[in-house]
Every structure is written in C-alpha cells, then in structure tokens.
T-cell receptor, first 115, second 120 residues
Framework: AQSVTQPDIHITVSEGASLELRCNYS??????LFWYVQSPGQGLQLLLK??????LVQGIKGFEAEFKRSQSSFNLRKPSVHWSDAAEYFC?????????????FGPGTSLSVIP | GAGVSQSPSNKVTEKGKDVELRCDPI?????LYWYRQSLGQGLEFLIY????????KSGLPSDRFSAERTGGSVSTLTIQRTQQEDSAVYLC??????????????????FGEGSRLTVL
C-alpha cells in the first residue's frame, strides 16, 4: 500500500531564508507526486506535481521539488521564503491505475515565518 | 460549476444525530474524493468514486459512514449516529480520471472549501 511521511511536523524559518520540506513515500511502482499548500482559512492549492521526465519540477510561488527515486523522496524547496508562505504543506502520492486513481496525503508540515 | 462546492460549510449537531454532507464537483470531473481533516491532522482518505461507483471504500472509519454519488456528479457523505470523534473538516475533491486526461493536467485534485462538522 502506498504511504507518505513528512518527518517535520513544524518548521520555523526567517523571512528571506531558504526552505526545504521533506517528503518520503512508499509505493511499489513509479508514483505520481504532488505538493499542496493550505493557507490559514483557505482551501488546498496545488503547488507542483511530478509524473515523469525531468526530476526537478517547478511550481507556483517560486517553489520547486526534486524527485529522487533512490531515496524515495520528493522534497520541496524555496530559495527565499516570504512571510506569506506561512501555511500547512502537504505531500501526496498518486496511485494511477487503469481501473482507478487514488491519492494519499502525508500528515503535513506547518511552516511559520519569522519577520 | 466553476469550482468544487460543498454544503453545508458549517454543521453543528448533537451526538447521535445523522448528518449529510454534500459535494458538487467540477462539471466533467469523473473522479471524486472525500477526505477528513481533524484539528492539527493531515488529510485522511475516506472514499473515492469513479463515476457512480466506489472502487475504494477502504478509508471509511466505520459502518456509520457511507457515501453515494448519483448521475456521476453530486456526492453525499452520510454519518449516522454521530460521535464527538467525528468532529472534523470534511473535504471533497474532484479530478479528471487518468484515462481521460490525454496526458494533460494529470492528477490534480481540485478541493472544495470543506464542511466543518462539530458534534456536541
């Protein structure tokens, strides 16, 4: 069965500092991977996704993520964090079969940004 | 519609009562998901629909939970005899099924704003 872990429950960074949020997955085949963000009082929004090809994917708001098959990881990065990036971040893995799709989410990482 | 619509946005009920939560997905999206988000928790997968059928009900917490989808569109999540531990935000999402995507926009889930359920 597929699963997703996000080792960091909460991270605090200073505005302007770099950011890396970790995500590890367990899945028997090549997964489809996603990062979603949930800002306070807002719905979930897709940041970026990986399906195939280039293992470094670019997303919205200056975020990027790198798929590393050997480490079963899909870490999210941003070179310079803005105060508006404070939110909950969820990594997700997709199990895309011909019969049905299923997307499982990790527990989330809460990001706080210090001015 | 333009986005995924969920109703009610807030529901307060007494323990033991039944509740129904409604999800209206984006028009044309054949895949529909229900998740539960408890305070400070991640998204717990409940059930997935492909059209009107539910190939995966593995996440439903107990037999008090059921869901249906009619006409390949609107879905209703029903919780019978609610308990305090059912209090959470119930999120619905829709997407295009993989074989329909044509390689574009593969797998993105579009979420509604959620239904916040409080069981007293």
């Amino acid at each position: 069965a597929q699963s997703v872990t996000q080792p960091d429950i909460h991270i605090t960074v200073s505005e302007g500092a770099s950011l890396e949020l970790r995500c590890n997955y367990s899945y028997g085949a090549t997964p489809y991977l996603f990062w979603y963000v949930q800002s306070p009082g807002q719905g979930l929004q897709l940041l970026l996704k990986y399906f195939s090809g280039d293992t470094l994917v670019q997303g919205i708001k200056g975020f990027e993520a790198e798929f590393k098959r050997s480490q079963s990881s899909f870490n999210l990065r941003k070179p310079s964090v803005h105060w508006s990036d404070a939110a909950e971040y969820f990594c997700a893995v997709g199990q895309m079969k011909t019969s049905y799709d299923k997307v499982i989410f990790g527990p989330g990482t809460s990001l706080s940004v210090i001015p | 519609g333009a986005g995924v619509s969920q109703s009610p946005s807030n529901k307060v009920t007494e323990k033991g009562k039944d509740v129904e939560l409604r999800c209206d997905p984006i028009s044309g999206h054949t895949a529909l998901y229900w998740y539960r988000q408890s305070l400070g928790q991640g998204l717990e997968f409940l059930i997935y629909f492909q059209g009107n059928s539910a190939p995966d009900k593995s996440g439903l917490p107990s037999d008090r939970f059921s869901a249906e989808r009619t006409g390949g569109s609107v879905s209703t999540l029903t919780i019978q005899r609610t308990q305090q531990e059912d209090s959470a935000v119930y999120l619905c999402a829709s997407s295009l099924f993989s074989s329909e995507r044509g390689g574009l926009n593969t797998g993105e889930l579009f979420f509604g704003e959620g239904s916040r359920l409080t069981v007293l």
